[in-house]
């Protein structure tokens, strides 16, 4: 039979990936003896791999396909410019704690005199972006000793560094830390990756794409629940204008012709509010439930 080998990050997002496929129908068990996880799909062979080091397997052929973060991918592209780019699939925008992209941010202690890049000249950055944290400033043409940051970055200044460049997804730990942000050198979130020789596989191909859909379709539904209520055809417009829809609601006749069955999709943060004014407005047997994915 033929297989998939595909790379599932390690670390900050495995929970969140995890997660993603459940929604998305594949089953993940993850053994924290094991850097094998089982999946329910015979087709699938799945390997626990760095996010930092998945673009790495991807395009050494190791892996067909594999997840990982934007920066990463970048981090590998700018230390091999002479390998062939990565293919991207599809964007997969959820992170660790939220569904949204992160931030690699340049900060500083709270206290110094640095406002821009340009200030550091000859100062010590920490970080575990390495490579695009010393192509930023080059660009910049600004002189810096750029070291890497085996983890806890956030804690290095002013002692063990004088900035770092970090991810961030809300900001908070850096100020808990009491850094300031000064700059951006990219934002990231996760992508679907593989190499041009699986792509030229056919089955492999359509295997990826097929997977793809399932997961954006499992991120297009976070957040949002179905709802279905029935409206007498003389209070629609009032109902209608009370509901957000993804497109639009779906209107379908009843028995009783003077009655239709509305059902749609809303944010899941506005049921609690929507609930009584559909009621107030006219309608009755208001049923709200659970999407696990919604393809457009």
Known sequence: MATLRLGIPKGSLQDATVQLFARAGFTLNVNSRSYFPTVDDPELECMLIRAQEMARYVADGVLDAGLTGQDWIREHEVGHPEEPPLVSICDLIYAKQSFGKVRWVLAVP????????EDLAGKTIATELVRVTKAYF???KVDVDVEFSWGATEVKPPVLADAIVEATETGSTLRANRLRIIDTLMESNTQLIANEKTL???????????IALLLKAAIEAHGRVGMMLNVRRDDLTAVLALLPALQRPTISPLSDQEWVAVNTIIEEKTVRDLIPRLKL???QGIVEYPLNKIVL
């Open 110 to 117: 709270e206290d110094s005199p640095f406002q821009r890049a």
């Open 138 to 140: 080059d660009a910049r």
């Open 200 to 210: 030229a596989d056919s089955w492999k191909k359509t295997k990826l794409d097929n």
């Open 281 to 283: 407005a006219g309608g």
